[in-house]
């Protein structure tokens, strides 16, 4: 299926590594041009995406910025136009899922979660939005959520639910407010991914086979497998999917 993603551009943030990686490579197979959000690594995302331009072609950038920094959303997304002559969708994927109990969590660890994890989306989306809105772009915004917006299954990440649980709610209140310019909000929803943030957890056999159990499909998914859904949702045909949050969990919502 052609999901008219060629020359299409696209932002993903965090998309140097992990689930952002996947999903970049889904897109840039799809034509689009990727523009690739990092704060670390700098060498190692250049050579991605020098990566992207030799095995699909296309025209792919890095980007740096800092989803909690106004001015470095500000930067970024006037570079892309300045580079691309427009910006069509934007994927909210940057977070970070540390591991403390309440009790021994800082005011501070809570802060930054929350900033990143979903202070962040909504400053990138409210400047694409306005951006779309002026420019008389029918953009779209993708927000990766989590399985844990929905639920809480272990302790410890009090700080990444409550962030990505803000994120559902997020995701449809842009959409309510920005339907009427033609702008498409929705979510995507990931279970396990096997990503370099969760490789030290995945990499135990006792804890791969306790999440295998609890996934009815039976595995963990790949970063690839969610940008497929990302892309689907990004795309001209899934115009009338507007405020949901997509599950790609292999039904651990069930």
Known sequence: MDLGLKGKTVLVTGGGAGLGAGICEVFAQEGANVVVNYIVDEAGVLKFVDSLRERYGGSHMAAYGDVTKAEDMDNMIEKVVNEYGHLDVVVNNAGIWPTTLIENMTDEEWRKVID???????????????????????????????????????????????????????????????????????????????????????????????????????????????????????????????????????????
């Open 116 to 254: 990143v994890n979903l202070t962040g989306p909504f400053m990138l989306s409210k400047r694409a939005c306005l951006y779309y809105k002026k420019a008389g772009v029918r953009g779209r915004i993708v927000n990766i959520i989590s399985k844990s917006g929905f639920m809480v299954n272990t302790e410890a990440h009090a700080h990444y639910v409550s962030a990505k649980g803000g994120l559902v709610l997020l995701t449809k209140a842009l959409a309510r407010e920005f339907s009427p310019y033609g702008i498409v909000v929705n979510g995507v929803v990931p279970g396990m991914v096997r990503t370099p943030i969760n490789e030290d957890k995945l990499s135990k056999p006792e804890i791969l086979k306790s999440y295998e159990e609890r996934i009815p499909s039976g595995r963990v998914s790949t970063a690839q497998e969610v940008g497929y859904t990302v892309a689907f949702i990004a795309s001209n045909k899934a115009d009338f999917i507007n405020g949901a949050c997509v599950d790609v969990t292999g039904g651990m919502l069930i």
